[in-house]
């Protein structure tokens, strides 16, 4: 079992950069295929980015990609979200979670339910 805890969140203007980590304990997180969240007010937790255990794969949401990149330094036991050119509409909690399941790709991957480990969340607030 893994347990992850995210940071890095706050509040930044419009066209900034902030960088997420998820710092994973319990396990390696090389056991792991990796995601990142998000969930705004009112709405349904939605999908942002993923990796693959080697670090080799990625997927992202059309509404990130280009601005935002998914890494993983095993070293550290950390993945990280950079998030650049930020706009309102990123405001959200940001998630990571854990899959530990031998399914990879971008429609599996992209899936709430795919995930078995959570994080609580970092607050990231975008404004204009």
């Known amino acids: 079992q893994v347990q992850l805890v995210e940071s890095g969140g706050g509040l930044v203007q419009a066209g900034g950069s902030l960088r997420l980590s998820c710092a994973a304990s319990?396990?390696?997180?090389?056991?792991?295929?990796m995601g990142w969240f998000r969930q705004a007010p009112g709405k349904e937790r939605e999908f942002v980015a993923a990796?693959?255990?080697?670090?080799?794969?990625?997927y992202y949401a059309d509404s990130v990609k280009g601005r935002f990149t998914i890494s993983t330094d095993n070293t550290k036991n950390t993945v990280y979200l950079q998030m650049n050119s930020l706009k309102p509409e990123d405001t959200a909690i940001y998630y990571c979670?854990?899959?530990?399941?031998?399914?990879?790709?971008?429609?599996?991957?992209?899936?709430?339910?795919?995930?078995?480990?959570w994080g609580l969340g970092t607050q990231v607030t975008v404004s204009s």
């Open positions: 979670a854990a899959d530990s399941s031998k399914f990879y790709g971008s429609r599996w991957s992209s899936v709430v339910g795919s995930y078995d480990y």
């Open positions: 990796i693959n255990q080697s670090g080799g794969a990625t």
């Open positions: 319990g396990r390696t997180l090389s056991s792991y295929h």
